[in-house]
């Protein structure tokens, strides 16, 4: 059954939803962007209510500024007060919840690190952010891919039949091809100390609790991620899809993961 209910964060009264469920172990989900709580197309509903039928509470809430929350809306750089107060939401709100595990996407999962430390019992990391930007719409990707993104589409181009008959056939723009076999070769200069990649690199490295990372390889936010940061030892499962949010047949890979993290943090 789901719930609506409120708690407070810094004087702020914020909303939140609850989808009961006997297990030990539950889902606090933290929404992308600025994204309420029932996620783009509701795909954050239907994630809880097919994780809660598993067995498992799920916990969404709408940080301050966003949906029926109150407050000022400080973004996911600014929303570590919003994450704990919604962890201790969860377990006074489900009090058999003794292990609780977040999920966020995008820059809900840059947060999820940068806050750290907070009073959880695992992480599931999906397409983490890193770009330097205060565009934090989850589903607004950047003008231009990573360059490991145009290096590997290079060089599918390069292996394609097609290309090559061009490419005897003069066809092809040399000068073109030149700065592409160039930009192959290049490595991706190293992260300033202070950037965002650098600091996610650290919190990596420093987590307390256990992780997973979730890569869909066909998205420019998760291209870029495992270009610019080292995940640090934490297991990193890849899925080959574009879809950012892990939208359509993909979300039956999502649910497979997160149930997988759940029911091991309630052995």
């Known amino acids: 059954m789901r719930h609506q209910l409120s ?16 297990g030990t172990a539950g889902l606090l989900i933290i929404s992308g ?11 954050m509903a239907t994630l809880a209510q097919r994780v809660a039928a598993a067995g498992y509470p799920v916990f969404r809430f709408d940080r301050r500024g966003v949906g029926d929350s109150e407050g000022e809306n400080a973004g996911y750089t ?4 919003d994450i704990a107060a919604a962890i201790a939401a969860f377990r ?3 009090p058999p919840v003794t292990r609780v595990v977040a999920f966020g996407n995008c820059d809900a999962a840059s947060a999820l690190l940068l806050h750290q430390p907070l009073a959880l019992d695992a992480l599931i990391l999906a397409n983490p952010w890193t770009y330097e930007s205060d565009d934090e719409e989850e589903t607004d990707e950047p003008a231009l891919p990573p360059s490991s993104a145009i290096r590997a589409r290079y060089m599918s181009r390069l292996k394609d039949p097609k290309n090559l008959l061009r490419l005897i056939k003069g066809e092809i723009d040399f000068r073109k091809l030149g700065r592409g076999l160039l930009a192959l070769g290049t490595a991706a200069p190293p992260s300033a100390p202070d950037s965002l990649p650098a600091r996610l690199d650290a919190a990596m490295a420093g987590l307390g609790c256990p992780a997973t990372i979730l890569l869909a390889t066909g998205d420019r936010t998760a291209q870029a991620f495992a270009q610019n940061c080292d995940s640090g030892g934490i297991p990193v499962r890849r899925l080959s899809s574009p879809s950012h949010s892990f939208a359509g047949d993909d979300a039956d890979w999502l649910v497979e993961r997160i149930l997988a993290t759940l029911g091991s943090a309630e052995e």
Not at 7 to 22: H, I, K, R, T, V
Not at 33 to 43: D, F, Q, T
Request: overall charge negative; aromatic content about 2%; hydrophobic content about 35%.
């Open 7 to 22: 708690f407070a964060c810094n004087g702020d009264m914020l909303a939140a939803s609850l989808d009961e469920a006997p």
């Open 33 to 43: 962007g600025n994204e309420v709580r029932s996620g783009a197309h509701r795909g």
């Open 78 to 81: 600014g929303s570590r007060d």
């Open 92 to 94: 006074t709100a489900a």
